[in-house]
């Protein structure tokens, strides 16, 4: 019996995603759970399981191509399904949303990866541009043998890579054993063998910005934009017309900021974690919003009302391939400065290998925005949509500066806050930049807090 299995609700009112890539071919044969695709949503790429044991009878959507929830994604021939008796329409089981959906395998310990067949139609290619983006699930090491027919281990970038260069992945992971292969991994095996490079095309009806940038005689790339990039600039046309901007700007001494920071990495104590000044200017910020609430709050247009939050999921910016990202670290009023550094770099890991999930991109209740890293002393951050705060930390410079009556080399940084006028006044946002810069500038401050 064919068994259909329709894009699941992704989740945060997500209506659509992207097939970057399929994991089966038609006439696969594949196990409950099993990976079938990777899809990205406006939010975060996911990988989908299948609901079903079966051989996949045909794929509904290409790589490339966007498909509404609901929509059929793939067909299986299900052994014995026809016996079963049908269900009542009343009765009709829902579709499972997202990963974990379907019974558990019975069989324990490191899953299968799929057998590669020989003369299988290979899998539809996305451009370049969507699976360099695409995270996949890297399965842990085992001290086996390799076993032979089985689909090579890599990541996305690295497979498209290995087609650029024209190199079989089953080739070199003959030679390498049974671990994941790595970029330097198919340079090396390239180099070996000579190998050439090939010419890749993507689908006539979305030309990858690479194939355009190649092209000969080319004056211009054209760049599709979906997925994050897609929804991000949604939110900001959004945030812009719909919550009115004001944004302050100061400029702060952070030279005991910098000075403490140097004695915290000196301790031995603290030397399994990453104290550096966005640490300690996410901790003033915590500090400061529970002095000016109004900028950890949400304009409810819809219940006429603003919610002011008893806690803080901070949201940290975070610029990825796939486009800028603000993740959250939930509850980071509790977290001390250890517990923030931890958490800082967990997130900042996560979002550059593209595997944030949309749970950790949801909710979020201020954020901080880091333009400092790309030597940008300040800037007029849009709030994120829900939010009514975003503070923007600038470039720290050496500079002459009045200190003590005297003019000295002093380590500055500019600050500038944007938030919601429409609950929070000039005053009230003044106040939340003099407190954060009151405790960058002495950090002992925090002790009144």
């Known amino acids: ?5 329709r894009l699941p609700d992704l989740g945060e ?45 045909s794929l509904h959507a290409d790589a490339g191509e966007t498909i509404a929830v ?46 590669r067949r020989s003369g299988a139609v290979p899998a539809v290619v996305a451009d370049a541009a969507v699976i360099e983006a695409a995270p996949h699930d ?10 032979v027919g089985e689909r090579p281990r890599s990541t996305p970038p690295v497979r498209a890579h290995a087609k650029r260069l024209g190199v079989d992945l089953t080739l070199v992971a003959a030679e390498l ?47 599709p934009i979906r997925g994050v990039r897609k929804h991000t600039a949604a939110a900001m046309v959004q945030s812009a017309f719909t919550a009115p901007h004001v944004t302050c700007f100061h400029t702060v001494d952070v030279t005991a900021m910098m000075d403490l920071i140097a004695e915290l990495k000196a301790d031995r104590s603290l030397s ?31 219940a006429g ?27 980071a009023e509790r977290l001390g400065l250890a517990g923030i550094a931890d958490a800082l770099q967990a997130l900042t890991a996560t979002a550059r290998s593209g595997k944030t999930s949309p749970a950790e991109l949801a909710g979020g209740t201020f954020s901080i925005t880091n333009i400092g890293v790309f030597g940008i002393d300040a800037g007029t951050p849009i709030l994120p949509p829900g939010q009514s705060g975003i503070l923007a930390v ?45 405790i960058l500038e002495q950090p002992g401050r925090a002790m009144l807090y």
């Open 1 to 5: 019996m064919i068994a259909e299995f």
């Open 13 to 57: 009112g997500l209506t659509e995603a992207e097939v970057v890539q399929w994991m089966v071919q038609p006439g696969d044969t594949v196990a409950l759970n099993q990976t079938l695709a990777e899809v990205e949503t406006a939010k975060a790429v996911v990988e989908l399981p299948s609901p079903y044991e079966g051989t996949v009878s």
């Open 70 to 115: 609901g929509a059929p994604l793939i067909a299986f021939e299900v052994e014995g399904a026809e016996d079963a008796a049908p269900e009542a329409p009343s009765e009709e089981k829902a579709q499972p949303n997202l990963v974990g959906y379907g019974a558990a395998p019975a069989a324990s310990g490191r899953p299968a990866r799929r057998t």
């Open 138 to 147: 890297v399965l842990p090491e085992a001290p086996s043998e390799p076993v």
């Open 177 to 223: 054993g049974d671990r994941v292969i790595t970029r330097a991994d198919v340079d090396a095996y390239a180099e070996r063998v000579g190998a050439a490079p090939v010419a890749t095309t993507a689908p006539a009806s979305a030309p990858s910005a690479e194939a355009s940038a190649l092209a000969d005689g080319a004056r211009e790339t054209r760049i």
């Open 272 to 302: 399994d974690h990453r104290i550096g000044p966005l640490v300690l200017i996410a901790k003033a910020v915590c500090l400061a919003l529970q002095r000016n609430p109004s900028l950890n709050a949400h304009w409810d247009e819809a």
């Open 305 to 331: 009302e603003i919610v002011q939050y008893h806690y803080v999921d901070l949201g940290i910016a975070a610029a990825t391939e796939r486009g800028l990202i603000v993740p959250n670290i939930r509850n």
């Open 394 to 438: 600038g470039a720290v410079r050496r500079q002459p500066w009045e200190y003590r009556g005297e003019i000295a080399l002093r380590q500055m940084m500019t600050l500038s806050v944007s938030f919601d006028h429409r609950l929070v006044d000039g005053a009230e946002g003044a106040r939340f930049l003099k407190d954060v810069a009151d």
